[in-house]
C-alpha cells in the first residue's frame, strides 16, 4: 500500500504528534508498506529517507501552546507536487483542522483521506470561527480517527463530525529494554516536556519541590526537554537549586533511558491534553507515574489503578503524592508491574492494525464509488445509444 502522511507540526521540534506519526510511520515500513511523509522543518538534513520537506514553518499560538506550521503559497504548491507525485493509495492527515499543511493537502488530493485528531479543547476561537472552512475540509474526509474520548469530542461538539477511537501507540520494548541512564544514588524524580511552556506545568513542580525535600531530604529532580533552565530556574532558592538536574534536550535513546533510571516520572499538566503518550513511555520503562488528574490522564492510567493522581495545579498534593510514593517501595513495584503490563494494549504492533483496517475501508469504500459512477456512465451512454432519454 502506498500511504502519504501528513505531520502539521515541524519535525525537528519535539511534540507528541511529531513522535505519534514517526512510530506509525516506521511500523508500515516495517510491515512493508511504501510510506512518505510530508512535514515542515526548519532543518531538512534532520529529516529521515521517508520524510519530505514541506517547507520552513512559523511560530503560531494553538491549543494553548506555540506551535510551528507552515502555510502559504509555496506550501501549497509543495503540498500538490507532492501528492501528485506519491500517487498514494491513501492519504492521512494529521490535525486537518490546525492551520498547516493538512487543509491544504485535503484541499489538494481526491482520493481517500483519514484524518487523525489528536488535539482536545472544550472552546476553540480557530474552530468556531472557521467553522465554514473547516466544514470544506472535513467533506474530503473519508474517516475520522480521534486518539482520545476528548479528541473525539472536540471534534463532534465543534464541527458535528464523529470519529472511530485509536489510541496512540508507543515502541514498548524501546523503553522496556532501555538501560539505565545511570544510578543517581539518591531518589529520583523526573519531569520530561518543553520546560518554558505553562501547560506543562514545571511551575507547579517546582512549587511542590521545597515541601518534597521536607519529607524526602535527599531526593533530587531531574528535568529533561528544550528550555532555557536559567530562566526556568531564576526564582529557586540556590540550595535547592543544586538538587536539580537539567538534561536538556535529548534524543529517543536518552529519554527511554532517563525514564528508566528514575524512580517517579511526575506529570504535572495544567490542561491541553488529549491522551499522554509520555506516560505511557513511563510505564513502559517501568517507571511508576505521579499525574495530574487530567481526564486524559486517568483514562490512560486506567481511573488510578496504574498510577497515583493529583489534583491539577496542586502542589502540596503533589508533594505528598511523591513523598509517599517514594517512601513505599512496595508500591512502586506493583504500580511498575501493573504499568508495563497495562502499556502492552498500546504498542504500535497491535495499534498500526487499528490503523491499517481504517485505510482498507475508505480505499474499499472509495472503490466502491468508482465503480458505481462508473456504471451510471456506462448505463447513460447505452440509453442514448438505444435513442432512450438519460
Known amino acids: 500500500m502506498r500511504i502519504g502522511i501528513v505531520c502539521p507540526y515541524a519535525w525537528d521540534v519535539p511534540g507528541g504528534v511529531q513522535v505519534h506519526i ?15 511523509v510530508l512535514t515542515p522543518v526548519d532543518d531538512p538534513g534532520e529529516l529521515p529517507a521517508y520524510a519530505v520537506d514541506g517547507g520552513r514553518p512559523r511560530a503560531i499560538p494553538y491549543n494553548g501552546s506555540i506551535v510551528r506550521l507552515t502555510l502559504g503559497v509555496k ?15 491513501v492519504l492521512h492527515v494529521h490535525e486537518p483542522l490546525a492551520p498547516s499543511l493538512g ?18 479543547v472544550e472552546r476553540s476561537r480557530v474552530l468556531a470561527t472557521g467553522y465554514y472552512l473547516a466544514q470544506t475540509v472535513l467533506e474530503k474526509v473519508s ?9 473525539r469530542r472536540t471534534i463532534v461538539d465543534h464541527v458535528g463530525a464523529d470519529a472511530v ?15 539505565p541512564l545511570r544510578d543517581w544514588g539518591v531518589p529520583t524524580v523526573l519531569f520530561l516536556g518543553r520546560l518554558d511552556e505553562r501547560r506543562k506545568g514545571l511551575t507547579v513542580l517546582l512549587e511542590a519541590f521545597p515541601l518534597l525535600r521536607e519529607r524526602v531530604p ?24 543544586q538538587h536539580i538536574i537539567c538534561l536538556g534536550r535529548v534524543d529517543d535513546v536518552e529519554k527511554a533511558r532517563a ?33 495530574s488528574d487530567l481526564d486524559a490522564f486517568e483514562r490512560v492510567l486506567d481511573d488510578g489503578r496504574c498510577g497515583v493522581t493529583f489534583p491539577v495545579g496542586d502542589h502540596e498534593a503533589l508533594a505528598r503524592a511523591v513523598g509517599d510514593l517514594l517512601a513505599d517501595p512496595e508500591r512502586r513495584s506493583s504500580l511498575s508491574d501493573m504499568g508495563r503490563a497495562r502499556v502492552r494494549r498500546y504498542d504500535w504492533a497491535s495499534v498500526s492494525e487499528d490503523v491499517l483496517h481504517v485505510y482498507e475501508s475508505v480505499i474499499t469504500g472509495q472503490q ?19 435513442g432512450v432519454a438519460p
Open 218 to 241: 535527599g531526593v533530587q529532580l531531574i528535568l529533561v526537554g528544550p528550555g532555557d533552565p536559567d530562566e526556568v530556574l531564576a526564582d529557586v532558592e540556590p540550595d535547592l537549586r
Open 368 to 386: 466502491k464509488v468508482e465503480e458505481d459512477l462508473r456504471g451510471q456512465i456506462v448505463g447513460r451512454l447505452a440509453r442514448r445509444g438505444r
Open 259 to 291: 525514564l528508566a533510571s528514575a524512580d517517579i516520572y511526575v506529570a504535572p499538566h495544567t490542561g491541553g491534553e488529549s491522551f499522554g503518550i509520555v506516560l505511557l513511555e513511563a510505564m513502559a520503562a517501568g517507571t511508576p507515574v505521579v499525574a
Open 165 to 179: 477511537l485509536i489510541p496512540n501507540g508507543v515502541r514498548v520494548n524501546r523503553f522496556a529494554e532501555a538501560a
Open 103 to 120: 487543509g491544504l493537502a485535503c484541499w489538494a488530493a481526491r482520493g481517500p483521506i483519514v484524518a487523525t485528531v489528536h488535539s482536545s
Open 22 to 36: 514517526r512510530d506509525l510511520a516506521e511500523t508500515l515500513i516495517e510491515r512493508g508498506h511504501e510510506v512518505s
Open 143 to 151: 474517516a475520522i480517527i480521534a486518539v482520545s474520548e476528548n479528541a
Open 75 to 89: 506550501a501549497t504548491a509543495r503540498v500538490r507536487r507532492w501528492i501528485r507525485d506519491g500517487n498514494f493509495d
